[in-house]
T-cell receptor, first 113, second 111 residues
């Protein structure tokens, strides 16, 4: 089975840096995804990690440690538009073409002035 | 490159009724998955289709069923609707790489 934990809510100030943590316990692992989801909208892809280390993409970075079952999403130079839910998801199977994403409950980030 | 489109965007049904939700996959994507997202929760995997065959299923009862068509569009059917089926239903298509593209979802309300 899969168990993915992330904080429910976080608040940060515009211009600041925030780190959203995600821990997972999975029976199989084939990559970790971060998605951003604004209220009532589709999740949009932010990052993908399958090997240990840091992946940087503009203001967003994501880190993975497979041995610790741990990832974080780092958001720099926060903007008001970054207020959204951030979903951590693990791909736990890749046997043939069957692969599903198991999501955490999401972290609701509120960016304030 | 076309995105993933879902219809309808919103739907209200009565308990016990049946509903069909539709998804048009992104061009070139032959794998489609359906997810249920309750308010304040992360999406939950319902099932996945590849080349018109179901090849993965989550913990959902048989009254949740699906179809994938030769053009890779897809349907999610739910029979005997229950109040707890009220949720956002998301379709995600996947191409030959690892990427998953989500549609904007269908908001289903069961009353």
């Amino acid at each position: 089975g899969q168990n993915i934990d992330q904080p429910t809510e976080m608040t940060a100030t515009e211009g600041a840096i925030v780190q959203i943590n995600c821990t997972y316990q999975t029976s199989g692992f084939n990559g970790l995804f971060w998605y951003q989801q604004h209220a009532g909208e589709a999740p949009t892809f932010l990052s993908y990690n399958v090997l240990d280390g840091l992946e940087e993409k503009g203001r967003f970075s994501s880190f993975l440690s497979r041995s610790k079952g741990y990832s974080y999403l780092l958001l720099k130079e926060l903007q008001m538009k970054d207020s959204a839910s951030y979903l951590c998801a693990v791909r736990d199977e890749n046997t043939g073409t069957a692969s599903k994403l198991t999501f955490g409950t999401g972290t609701r980030l509120q960016v304030t002035l | 490159e076309t995105g993933v489109t879902q219809s309808p965007t919103h739907l209200i049904k009565t308990r016990g009724q049946q509903v069909t939700l539709r998804c048009s996959s992104q061009s070139g994507h032959n794998t489609v998955s359906w997810y249920q997202q309750a308010l304040g929760q992360g999406p939950q995997f319902i099932f996945q289709y590849y080349r018109e065959e179901e090849n993965g299923r989550g913990n959902f009862p048989p009254r949740f069923s699906g179809l994938q068509f030769p053009n890779y569009s897809s349907e999610l059917n739910v029979n005997a609707l229950e109040l707890d089926d009220s949720a956002l239903y998301l379709c995600a298509s996947r191409g030959v790489n690892y990427g998953y593209t989500f549609g904007s979802g269908t908001r289903l309300t069961v009353v």
